[in-house]
Every structure is written in structure tokens, then in C-alpha cells.
């Protein structure tokens, strides 16, 4: 940190394994440092190992986004795998996010093994003692996926990839087409990862370090039983349910409009996932200003019903809300990115 200061212009390489390091600038050091350190500074001293996990992986959550512009034509490679420009910038993707929870766990005393798939990173959490429903206390090797349960802790839900087994990771991979992404798929290195926690203990630990309320749920469930409240309340005005329910979301996340992948599963999967919106269509996607040739992403949401026509909104960063365009204005305004266009078949 001092050498920092006196060289502010030196990088500092973080090693992703034996032959692969990236770079962050000083100030990017100082200041994933701070923040690491003000969330192990502040652990209490007689938490278990489980529970420094617990409260860990929940604090980058709430601190690190996937990538918003990953696999598109302006990603960088490198800016989302260097370790403390990740924390700093708050952004990366699964390999990065991954060796930033491996750091900090290192720092307390909690040893893991960075596992890849091939597709995805996670960790693999090494003689971690956890307690069960039964009240049994069992001891072994387990699974921890920091970047699957970024929006899960962004939004105070259960985390459904912490401390499971490699049956249940694999499991997980399955989608509901019963495809097999195969994306935590390494028998090699993974046959002896049998420890899972199960959802009692899992929310019992979680309620012993704050994280979730007193009968075992998690705070989310709020923001569910708000948002359905507006969904009846507006039932048959739908302009004013979609305005209520985007304010919902600034009220309870303000940085959504940064957040943009945990975002845009909660619009998709909850915020907008109504019978009485009724609508034709509703992507939720990114995009980026005509007039930025750096191609900074932003989070926007089209909607076509029959009632409404056709709705373009976008969230604005700046003022922390989303902004309603005429489709004229939307398409002078903004522009798809090309990999984008490709992938979804869009024009």
C-alpha cells in the first residue's frame, strides 16, 4: 500500500495460475485492498469458518457484477480477470470473481482450489465443517460458485450454488429443457467434493451472521410480496404497474442501473413476470450510445402489448432510474451491439 503511494503509476500483477497474471494500476490495489479489508476487518472473531463464507461471498455479491458488456465486441479479457481492478471497478466474470473470493478466503484461513469446467470457474472449498438440519456436524470438501450467486446476493435471495455437493453442482447444469451445459462438469478433480448443506442449515447459517431473517427466509421475499401487491393494485393499468414495479427496483437496489446481469434477472424472472402485464413481448437486454466509442453498456427493456404498443425504457445511470424513449428516439439513440445482433437475430 505505501509503495503505492510513493509509485502511483506502477501495476500490480495478480497470477490467475503458473503462466497467466493481469494487471491492476495502483490506485485500483489501494482500493480493492480497503474494501477487502473492511469486510474481514469486520468479522467477528468467534464466527465459524462456514460463517466467514457465508458472509464473505454475500459481501461480493453486493460489491462485484458479471461483465455487462462480456462477449461483445468491446469486452476485455483482461479487465475482468485482474484481481483488485474486479473489486474496484466492480465488474468481472466467473475465473476472476472466483480467485477474488479464493484471495480473501486465503486471508481467514479458508483453504480452496480454483476449479474449472472448461466453460465456468468456481471454488472447491476444502475440510469445511458445517451443521445440518439434523443437528449432525459434518466435515469434507464442497462447492462454492461466487459468480451463480451474484444476483441471488444482490437482491438478499437464497444463494442456490454455496456449499452444495458435486452431485448438486452438476445437477444445477441441467436447464429446464434438460440440456447439459456441463458447466461445473471436472471428475478428476471434483469425486471427492460430497459435502452439501442443506436448505435448513443452509438458511440457519445465513440467519446467524445477519443474512437472513429470524424464521429463515431471506430479505427478497419482501421485495416479492411488494411487487405483487403493485401487480394487483394495478392490475388493469398496466403503465402504472410497469412505472411501480421500476421504481420498486431503485428502491430496493439504487445501483441497479450498474448491476446490469442481476438486474435483469430480477425484471425477467419477478418485476415483469405477471399474468396481468399481458405482453406480447419483453426483452430485456443491453445496449450501447451511438455517440460512445467506448460502447458502455446500458441496461434496457422493450415491451409490446396490445394495450400499451410498443414501450422502450432504458436505465440511466446518472439519475439511477429508467427513462422512457419513443421508439424513434430509442433507435437514434442507441445501437446494439454486433455480437448481439447475431446471437438473438435481431435487425
Not at 434438460?178 to 478433480?189: A, L, R, S, V
Not at 414495479?245 to 442501473?257: I, N, V
Request: hydrophobic fraction near 35%.
Amino acid at each position: 500500500m505505501k509503495l503505492c503511494d510513493i509509485c502511483p503509476n506502477m501495476s500490480v500483477l495478480s497470477t490467475m495460475n503458473d503462466t497467466v497474471s493481469f494487471s491492476s494500476t495502483a490506485k485500483e490495489y489501494k482500493e480493492a485492498e480497503e474494501w477487502i479489508s473492511s469486510v474481514i476487518d469486520n468479522l467477528d472473531p468467534t464466527y465459524s469458518k462456514a460463517q466467514k463464507l457465508a458472509v464473505i461471498d454475500n459481501a461480493i455479491g453486493k460489491k462485484i457484477s458479471y461483465s455487462p458488456d462480456f462477449d461483445t465486441e468491446v469486452y476485455s479479457a483482461q479487465d475482468s480477470r485482474a484481481l483488485w481492478k474486479i473489486v474496484s471497478s466492480g465488474y468481472g466474470v466467473c475465473n476472476g470473481i472466483a480467485k477474488v473470493e479464493q484471495y480473501m478466503l486465503d486471508k481467514v484461513g479458508i483453504e480452496s482450489e480454483l476449479i474449472s469446467s472448461g466453460s465456468h470457474a468456481f471454488l472447491k472449498v476444502k475440510d469445511i465443517e458445517l451443521s445440518l438440519e439434523n443437528g449432525e456436524t459434518i466435515k469434507g470438501n464442497t462447492i462454492l460458485d461466487p459468480t451463480w450467486n451474484l444476483s441471488r446476493h444482490r437482491f438478499s435471495a437464497r444463494p442456490e450454488n454455496f456449499c452444495i455437493s458435486y452431485e448438486q453442482a452438476r445437477a444445477n447444469d441441467i436447464d429446464i429443457y434438460g440440456i447439459d451445459h456441463e458447466c461445473h462438469k471436472n471428475d478428476e478433480k471434483l469425486q471427492d467434493v460430497t459435502l452439501g448443506l442443506d436448505d435448513k442449515g443452509l438458511r440457519e447459517l445465513f440467519k446467524s451472521v445477519g443474512l437472513a431473517q429470524k424464521d429463515g427466509s431471506f430479505p427478497i421475499s419482501n421485495l416479492i410480496d411488494k411487487s405483487k401487491q403493485i401487480d394487483e393494485l394495478y392490475a388493469n393499468q398496466p403503465e402504472k404497474n410497469i412505472s411501480e414495479q421500476f421504481s420498486l427496483l431503485q428502491q430496493a437496489c439504487p445501483e441497479f442501473a450498474k448491476c446490469q446481469n442481476s438486474s435483469m434477472t430480477i425484471l425477467s424472472d419477478i418485476l415483469l413476470n405477471y399474468d396481468n402485464l399481458k405482453f406480447n413481448k419483453c426483452i430485456v437486454d443491453r445496449v450501447y450510445s451511438k455517440n460512445d466509442k467506448e460502447k458502455e453498456s446500458f441496461m434496457y427493456v422493450y415491451i409490446d402489448s396490445d394495450e400499451l404498443g410498443k414501450k422502450f425504457y432504458f436505465a440511466d445511470k446518472d439519475k439511477g432510474q429508467f427513462s422512457e424513449l419513443s421508439q424513434e428516439e430509442f433507435t437514434q439513440q442507441f445501437e446494439c451491439y454486433e455480437k448481439d445482433l447475431t446471437l438473438h437475430n435481431r435487425i
